[in-house]
């Protein structure tokens, strides 16, 4: 059964940082493109961050360059988001997507609300 869970979301002040994970199981992990997703209440998903199974460099949102981190570790089946100097703008629910051709699995997302 596949299955991705998100973990590390909360509530952060603007200026702060918080670090997501997805650890995933069910299917062969490092075959998979993986990505951060967010989705703000009102507005459609968007995509964050996106890291490739090997070979082709990450690629991120404008509005997050320079601030977000995605990475992978594929001993631990897990993708990472470091985030930095957040912003309310920042504020969404996060989903984790991995995607190989037909294979496209979510998560159920993890809220990350940036608020003083």
């Known amino acids: 059964q596949v299955q991705l869970v998100e973990s590390g979301g909360g509530l952060v002040q603007p200026g702060g940082s918080l670090r997501l994970s997805c650890t995933a199981s069910g299917f062969l992990f490092s075959t998979y493109a993986m990505s951060w997703y967010r989705q703000a209440p009102g507005k459609e998903r968007e995509l964050v961050a996106v890291m490739p199974s090997a070979g082709a460099s990450t690629a991120y949102a404008d509005s997050v360059k320079g601030r977000f981190t995605i990475s992978r570790d594929n001993a631990k089946n897990t993708v990472y988001l470091q985030m930095n100097s957040l912003k309310p703008e920042d504020t969404a629910v996060y989903y984790c997507?991995?995607?190989?051709?037909?294979?496209?699995?979510w998560g159920k997302g993890t809220l990350v609300t940036v608020s003083s």
């Open positions: 997507n991995a995607n190989r051709g037909r294979g496209d699995y």
